[in-house]
């Protein structure tokens, strides 16, 4: 997922002390007769409030038109677009507010010039630019990351992608220019934008065995190692309920392993993917509703690969294990049935309740090989597109948190708010379980009535161990564009929010 618009970035070395006079012998300056677009962005920063106030007044009065004018100073907009005779002008003003919940909902730098830089994308392609200027009012490194990765999040489009379609995009003037941060955010957006693509992708394209072949031909570094788990592999180790779900399929269940090792790691940390590449529901068969987006059931193993694409640019001294488990959910002779009584790898009997509930069964064997297997484990995170009962209670944006431990739980809010890829922790009610019961095996895969989102989580937690654990329930879909991300399908949900608490890990 390569990106062409950081290839079109350079610098706009415009000084502060002559800021007026630098920005006219600019705007006058155009031999070539570029069509040119300008963008400022302030933020509410006290050391710079003052001359960002000024500035925002000076650039209405000397640029705007004269029946424009009177009415932009009098307003007091927190962004601004104007019509000038040099081209179109967007004034970008970051003004912190105050929310309920200790401002865990309030925005960061980052996350507001992602949507708002971002959003420009398309302004920028209407007026058909062939040069943007951008001029931050403040030398903030998590401004200038999220204006990059916003706009190459909003530039993503699938049939563009797919069909190897070059767009044609302006050059790009940043008054605030880092070679390291440019990298940086090159490979969050592309690690997003594969997450995306991975979803996107019709479900006749990838199976199973598809998206094995597609990681296969990724390039990885000598540290990376991609193991791959096949139906006989599965038998071996005992993956009964992985296996039962993939069975109905054409394609056989896989399991993905990719290990990501440093000689001098001093943590160990493993996640596990859902990664069910299409959901019929099986015998429980879904209305064609409920079925049309099914593509998008691999959406944990799509956020789990954009992270370790991300991850294969560093070098890190944490030992990171990411296994994602495939399979289809099809309707066929051989499919699964409701009342089959299935033994885990753990030893644990399950009856099968409801065919739909497919995802925790395959997670349950990963989980279980993980929490037994890996030595020195420091914490397993699970992430899933498990549950319609979570999207009821959160909304599409914010993505379920279910953990077992405060500090992990802590680490994954911060660095949701920080990276604005949200998460809320949700309850596990243990006397919940008691809905799982069965006369049959040890327990159903689910149960009737409310709180399908918990006790999801709870037969979950069933298969870890004791180990340090997270489960994110996530919806991985936007159902229309949006800020940044400027076409429905696929989101990228959860990427930004574990890079971040990757970063955060490592620093430590």
């Known amino acids: 997922m390569k990106s062409i618009i950081y290839s079109k970035i350079n610098k706009w070395d415009i000084k502060e002390k002559n800021f007026s006079e630098d920005l006219e012998r600019l705007m006058q300056n155009n031999p070539k007769k570029q069509t040119k677009g300008w963008v400022f962005i302030f933020t509410d920063n006290p050391s710079t409030l003052k001359e960002s106030a000024k500035k925002t007044h000076d650039l209405i009065d000397k640029l705007s038109l004269p029946w424009q004018k009177e009415n932009l100073l009098k307003s007091n907009q927190d962004n601004y ?11 970008l003003k970051n003004r912190h507010s105050k929310t309920n919940h200790d401002n865990f909902f309030s925005e960061s730098k980052y996350t507001w010039s992602r949507e708002n830089v971002g959003s420009l994308m398309s302004h920028f392609k209407i007026h058909k630019l062939d040069e943007v200027y951008v001029y931050f009012g403040e030398r903030n490194e998590d401004l200038l990351l999220g204006s990059l990765v916003g706009l190459d999040l909003a530039l993503y489009n699938y049939k563009n992608t797919s069909n190897d379609k070059k767009e044609n995009l302006p050059d790009l003037f940043l008054s605030y220019y880092d070679k390291k941060l440019i990298v940086e955010a090159e490979n969050r957006s592309s690690s997003i934008n594969l997450a995306r693509h991975l979803v996107n992708m019709p479900p006749n394209l990838l199976g199973p065995k598809d998206l094995v072949k597609l990681v296969r031909g990724f390039d990885w570094k000598k540290n990376v190692k991609v193991q791959v788990w096949d139906q006989e592999k599965l038998k071996k180790e ?11 399929a054409e394609q056989e269940p896989q399991l993905l392993r990719i290990n990501y090792t440093h000689p001098k790691n001093r943590k160990t940390i493993a996640f596990v993917g859902k990664g069910i590449t299409f959901d019929t529901g099986g015998l429980d068969l879904k209305p064609s509703s409920a079925m049309r987006l099914m593509k998008k059931d691999m959406g944990g193993a799509a956020c789990l690969l954009g992270l370790a694409r991300y991850i294969n640019n560093y070098e890190w001294p944490v030992n990171i294990e990411i296994f994602l488990a495939l399979a289809e959910n099809s309707v066929d002779g051989k499919s699964f049935r409701p009342s089959d009584v299935i033994v885990s790898r753990s030893g644990q009997s399950v009856e099968i309740d409801n065919t739909d509930a497919e995802g925790r069964l395959v997670l ?11 030595k020195e484990l420091d ?53 919940y379980a008691a809905s799982l019961s069965s006369s049959f095996a040890d327990f159903k895969n689910s149960s009737e009535g409310f709180g399908g989102a918990i006790t999801a989580a709870l037969f979950l937690q069933k298969f870890i161990n004791n180990k340090n654990w997270a489960h994110l329930d996530i919806y991985a879909w936007n159902d229309k564009p949006t800020g940044s991300l400027s076409m429905s399908g696929g989101n990228g949900q959860g990427v930004q929010l574990l890079i971040e608490y990757l970063q955060h890990l490592q620093l430590r």
């Open 81 to 91: 677009y104007f019509q000038t005779d040099k081209g179109p002008v967007w004034i």
């Open 379 to 431: 914490s397993v995170i699970n992430v899933a597109t498990l549950t319609g009962a979570i999207k009821v209670a959160l909304g599409a944006e914010i993505a379920g948190l279910f953990s077992n431990s405060d500090e992990l739980s802590v680490q994954l809010l911060k660095s949701s708010q920080q990276s604005g890829d949200l998460c809320w922790r949700m309850p596990l009610v243990e006397k």
């Open 238 to 248: 005992k993956m009964n309920l992985h296996l039962a779900v993939g069975q109905g």
């Open 364 to 374: 349950a064997d990963a989980l279980d090989f993980v929490t037994r297997e890996i």
